[in-house]
């Protein structure tokens, strides 16, 4: 398995939106959980989005309501549609296994702000 590579971040006005990307190398992709993670400044990832190998997702309350993730198998990548941003969304993004590997990408950074 290979570093995810996550892709997509950048500044965005609260409200906005921005898609987040991650093609991931870890074998049969479709065999495997998948989820974004988000870090806070000083803080560990936590598990915000996931999604199983059969399509059912589930949320972080923070985030439920705002954000879908999704799949697509056969690029072996997974995305995370991010609307009604808030300034609290600020952080850096990244995917990983859902439990998480010990392979880490460098992440994406996501900003909000006016």
């Known amino acids: 398995q290979v570093q995810p590579v996550e892709s997509g971040g950048g500044l965005v006005q609260p409200g906005g939106s921005l898609r987040l990307s991650c093609a991931a190398s870890i074998g049969i992709f479709s065999m495997y959980g998948m989820g974004w993670y988000r870090q806070f400044p000083g803080n560990q990832r936590e598990l915000i989005a996931g999604?199983?190998?059969?399509?059912?997702?589930n949320y972080a309350d923070s985030v439920k309501g705002r954000f879908t993730i999704s799949r697509d198998n056969a690029k072996n990548t997974v995305y995370l549609q991010m609307n009604s941003l808030k300034p609290e969304d600020t952080a850096r993004y990244y995917c990983?296994?859902?439990?998480?590997?010990?392979?880490w990408g460098q992440g994406t950074q996501v900003t909000v702000s006016s």
């Open positions: 990983n296994l859902v439990p998480a590997s010990r392979y």
């Open positions: 999604i199983q190998s059969t399509g059912g997702t």
